[in-house]
């Protein structure tokens, strides 16, 4: 029990400093518009992609402007900005203070009066409150399945009626390919990064009250992300 704990630890202590200090500069260019090589460009595309089908999933439900939505690990903004921008109220929050500066900066340069938004620098079990849909996208990968299990409860218990959730799927293919990864220079080798069966997440979900309703596969050639909607 010790030994998990103190791992939970340094997990949140290693992800804050790496987003504070020599991520933030990568992960603001990867989720931005900023010049990036080959490989970024590709995990770019992909991560956009996941974000405009949860978006589209939102937009079909005819709602948006009627729900509150909890944006938990909400980096650079990406998510957050065309859900506010569709009239949902949003709470966002990261664990890096720098990715919530950016989101603000980034708001302010697309909505004129964000009434709407709220950030917040937090992690992911710091969070209080209560809305109708808990969205974390791409956060999984920086926890082992464990401590990821411990998340994925907290946030169910803030959600209302909607839980969605992204995360690396683990498969041989996959596991090889970020071995592979590891090899890479400089800014497109791979960072440190967790991988989850996806039966153990959607046990995680059912041990919280929720089903899955929706569920979606991003693949490009170096960002894979399996994408779950999952209700009470």
């Given amino acids: ?10 997990d949140k202590k290693v992800v804050k400093e790496y987003f504070n200090a020599t991520g933030f500069e990568r992960w603001r260019n990867i989720y931005g518009n900023g010049t990036v090589n080959k490989v970024q460009l590709d995990i770019r595309q992909g991560h956009q992609q996941t974000i405009d089908k949860v978006v589209k999933w939102l937009q079909d439900d005819g709602n948006l402007s009627q729900i509150s939505i909890c944006d938990a690990g909400c980096g650079v903004g990406s998510l957050t900005i065309p859900l506010a921008q569709e009239g949902a109220t949003v709470f966002a929050s990261d664990i890096s203070g720098k990715m919530v500066g950016e989101a603000a900066e980034k708001i302010k340069q697309v909505m004129t009066n964000p009434r709407n938004v709220r950030l917040a620098v937090q992690d992911l079990e710091s969070i209080r409150g209560e809305y109708d849909t808990v ?37 041989p293919f996959l596991t090889i390919l970020k ?8 800014p497109s080798k791979t960072t440190r990064a967790y991988q989850h069966k996806e039966e153990d997440i959607i046990k995680i979900l059912g041990d919280n009250g929720f089903k899955i309703k929706r569920q979606e596969m991003t693949s490009t050639s170096f960002y894979y992300s399996r994408l779950l909607e999952a209700v009470r």
């Fill in 1 to 10: 029990m010790t030994t998990t704990i103190k791992n939970k630890i340094d």
């Fill in 179 to 186: 071995k592979i990864g590891e090899f890479f220079p400089g």
């Fill in 135 to 171: 969205i974390c996208l791409d956060v999984l990968i920086h926890y082992p399945t464990e401590d990821a299990a411990q998340m994925i409860s907290h946030l169910a218990s803030l959600a209302k009626s909607r839980l969605i959730l992204s995360f690396a799927p683990k498969t």
